[in-house]
């Protein structure tokens, strides 16, 4: 390992809902299975790096437990340093080779894997679906991330490109700056032919954007492999492995209900179904969840499942009849009980509400059904099998999570109670810094005062109030 391009480049992990426990089991009970509760699970990361992603679920789910895998030794170290400083018990880290899993390691009801299966060769490969087929518990899920085609051409051709001007560099600090001299080089001289110049500016300008990290080990590594879905869900299939749906909910519920019976002619099953719609959308990306072979899962949506979930959505008012949830969607209110239901989901944002208690807001379970099912497969709402329980109201002496506390103290980014990246400017760090549980508001005014920097403390005092809801409302305070 001493020569692992992850030891000499660092790769930070970053909360990503889509491998949630949560967001896995509710894709899973909408299609019939039976997943095992985020509270109470066993979960496997497999290419953790410093637990960026795992470390958060581990705090906010103290009854499950956690095992992140790394080939990165500096990574893993960092992982298990945040640990032992935030006291967490559920969590282990190790450094190894993905083929070292084995029975020693027990059995999971989760096993995500993200950045992974493309950038590594083709035995590992199938050493990585060996091991969630191997591991992963009968009513199981597995999240893989890979690169696909036919959208993954026009990165293909630009990482060739890449590859081609830092062939003969070996420092890596070398290769990402030579790498971003030609991106630049490529912006500036178009000589390309109008048909091609539009997309190969904006891929390049999509690469500028990335962080060193991201461009080193994902469009410089040594391995970059594209696949089209059919022969992912092959390869998966080979292994003992179905596909379940994607991660990515608001897409896959909307394709998977076709409410516009875009792809009615076709008769092939999920796999050619997939594909099509990636031909159709030129997916270059995807976030696939996988079960065991022998499950029956049922695709035939309808409303009267909603009642099994709960239901989040910014839900922000636009004008007097539209609201915009997430991802952009909106939803014109043309009916009194739609309106009172997004106001509900907006006000509890970003906590999850059950449909029992949205049932008020609609009058009659059928109708409730049919609000919350086109809101969901509209992409205007993210459905839940998890509460995400936190602080919603600021008490007399308010405490912060633990974990965002220490984050904010070398970053202005923190994890929330709902598994989302929050980003804080350095006054909000500071008042986070404060609230460990032990200062009412006119300590936490005078200790905020005399930080470096703050305003009057006249000014915190008036503002604090306001201040400290802000900070509830982003699920970053905790009973």
């Known amino acids: ?234 390869h998966a299939q080979r292994h003992g492995l179905q596909f379940l749906g994607e991660a990515e909910t608001a897409k896959f519920l909307a394709e998977l209900a076709d409410p516009g019976n875009v792809l009615r002619w076709l008769d092939g099953g999920v796999t050619e179904r997939e594909q099509y719609i990636d031909f159709l959308r030129l997916n270059r990306f995807r976030q696939t969840l996988l079960c065991h072979e022998g499950i029956a899962l049922d695709r035939n949506l309808d409303a009267a499942r909603m009642e099994r979930f709960l239901f989040s959505a910014p839900a922000r008012p636009l004008d007097e009849n539209q609201v915009e949830g997430y991802h952009g969607a909106r939803v014109t209110l043309t009916h009194e009980a739609a309106r009172r239901v997004t106001a509900a989901l907006g006000e509890a944002y970003p906590a999850p509400v059950a449909f029992a208690k949205l049932l008020p807001c609609a009058g009659e379970r059928s109708a409730l059904e049919s609000i919350l099912y086109g809101l969901t497969i509209g992409g205007f709402a993210e459905i839940h099998v998890h509460a995400f329980p936190f602080q919603e109201t600021v008490t007399d002496k308010p405490a912060a999570s633990r974990l965002a506390r220490h984050q904010a103290l070398w970053s202005p980014y923190v994890t929330n109670l709902c598994h989302n990246p929050v980003q804080l400017d350095q006054a909000a760090r500071n008042l986070l810094g404060l609230l460990d549980g032990t200062r009412d508001h006119a300590s936490i005014a005078r200790d905020w005062a005399a930080t470096p920097g703050a305003p009057p403390r006249e000014q915190i005092e008036r503002q604090l109030p306001g201040n400290l809801q802000g900070l509830a409302k982003l699920a970053l305070l905790e009973g």
């Open 1 to 234: 390992m001493a020569g692992n391009p992850f030891n000499q480049v660092a790769y930070p992990a970053y909360p990503r809902k889509e491998t949630h426990p949560d967001r896995l089991a509710a894709i899973g009970t909408l299609l019939g299975m039976h997943p095992a509760p985020a509270a109470s699970c066993r979960m496997l990361e497999i290419g953790c790096s410093n637990g960026g992603n795992l470390l958060p679920m581990a705090y906010a789910l103290p009854g499950s437990r956690f095992l992140g895998i790394d080939l990165a030794e500096t990574a893993i170290e960092e992982g298990r340093a945040m640990a032992a400083g935030l006291g967490l018990e559920n969590i282990a880290f190790e450094a190894a080779d993905l083929r070292n899993i084995g029975a020693r390691h027990g059995e999971f009801d989760y096993i995500a894997a993200h950045g992974v299966y493309s950038w590594i060769p083709p035995d590992i490969r199938d050493s990585l679906l060996a091991v969630c087929r191997e591991r992963l518990a009968p009513e199981g899920i597995c999240f893989i991330s890979y690169n696909t085609l036919p959208g993954g051409y026009i990165r293909q051709m630009m990482r060739d490109m890449l590859l081609y001007h830092v062939r003969d560099i070996d420092e890596p600090e070398r290769r990402i700056e030579q790498a971003r001299w030609f991106l630049q080089f490529l912006l500036e001289n178009k000589s390309v032919s109008a048909t091609l110049s539009g997309l190969l500016e904006s891929e390049a300008r999509t690469l500028l954007k990335r962080d060193d990290s991201t461009l080193f080990h994902d469009d410089l590594a040594p391995v970059d492999h594209f696949v089209y879905f059919r022969d992912f869900a092959a």
